[in-house]
């Protein structure tokens, strides 16, 4: 057990009156990681929740001995206490507000695990993260902008299958000259668009994982809807950076670097939009996109 007095402080601008309260509760241990340039802390009730919490980090995060943190993740184990009948919630912090509510461990983890990697992607000093998928064709990369549920990882799925490298099905990470770097994760996919996602690795289907930056071909802007028919638009740099805006993280804190960067990813790529139907009846018509002599 580490000397709580050690844990890291909590940036001044993030501090409130709700976080005080939530300092009084007891907290018997902690860490703080790096990530893109941006520092995190988390503290637990439990000694037990740390090796838990530390399998769900980012993959490039690395251990910070900062002693003060942009936010703070508080996480609380929850079960039955010896001689009690009450089974107490596992609950997540993030910093003064709650994140996470839930008598299974693992659903608190998923959350620790999801707001980890967006809080990187709102606070990373040098890169703009969109939602977006990413894959690799031809030294160019694809952009597929979109919300949870929006389609983009079956998406991403069928181009993969189709030859395409795997960036990322979360987080297209863009540097300042609109490069789009890999934020490879396992691909999340939903058996059903009501299901909870599981993970499957690029390699299980037959996949390989992108390495180097590539600059933007092709943005897709593209939800799915059963049985709709394939028919993109063309939209204009004016429409489109609106459209990359609407799905960038760091949209309000980072305004102006947003819009240099996303400024300069559509006036050098095309930007399409329609809904689309199955997967694997849309790729063909992406890949013919961005080939270089249409």
């Known amino acids: 057990m580490s000397d709580v007095s050690t844990l890291p402080r909590l940036a001044s601008q993030a501090l409130t009156p709700c976080w005080d309260n939530l300092n009084k509760l007891s907290w018997v241990d902690g860490f703080a990681f790096t990530s893109y340039g941006v520092t995190l802390g988390v503290r637990v009730s439990?000694?037990?929740?740390?090796?838990?919490?530390?399998?769900?980090?980012?993959?490039?995060?690395?251990?910070?001995?900062?002693?003060?943190?942009?936010?703070?993740?508080?996480?609380?184990l929850g079960g039955t206490k010896p001689g009690s009948r009450i089974r107490a919630f596992n609950m997540l912090y993030l910093d003064h507000?709650?994140?996470?509510?839930?008598?299974?461990?693992?659903?608190?983890?998923?959350?620790?695990?999801?707001?980890?990697r967006l809080s990187v992607a709102e606070f990373a000093p040098t890169r703009i993260f969109v939602h977006a998928g990413v894959v690799g064709w031809k030294g160019r990369a694809i952009l597929i902008p979109g919300k949870t549920q929006s389609g983009k990882s079956s998406l991403v799925a069928a181009l993969v299958k189709a030859g395409a490298s795997y960036y990322s099905d979360e987080f297209a990470v863009l540097d300042e000259t609109g490069r789009v770097h890999p934020f490879a994760k396992p691909l999340s996919m939903r058996a059903t668009p009501t299901a909870r996602q599981h993970d499957v690795a690029v390699e299980d289907i037959g996949g390989h994982v992108g390495e180097e930056p590539l600059p933007v071909g092709l943005v897709v802007m593209s939800q799915y809807k059963a049985g709709a028919r394939w028919q993109p638009q063309t939209l204009s740099p004016g429409l489109g950076l609106l459209e990359l805006l609407a799905n960038t993280v760091s949209a309000r804190r980072a305004t102006e670097r947003a819009l240099a960067v996303l400024g300069g990813v559509v006036s050098n790529a095309a930007v399409i939009k329609s809904e689309r139907g199955d997967a694997q009846i849309t790729i063909a018509k992406i890949l013919q996109a961005i080939e270089p002599d249409n």
């Open 97 to 116: 507000s709650q994140a996470a509510r839930s008598h299974r461990v693992d659903d608190v983890l998923d959350a620790f695990e999801s707001w980890s």
């Open 46 to 76: 439990d000694p037990a929740l740390l090796p838990m919490l530390r399998s769900r980090l980012p993959r490039d995060a690395e251990p910070s001995d900062a002693d003060v943190v942009e936010r703070y993740f508080s996480m609380i």
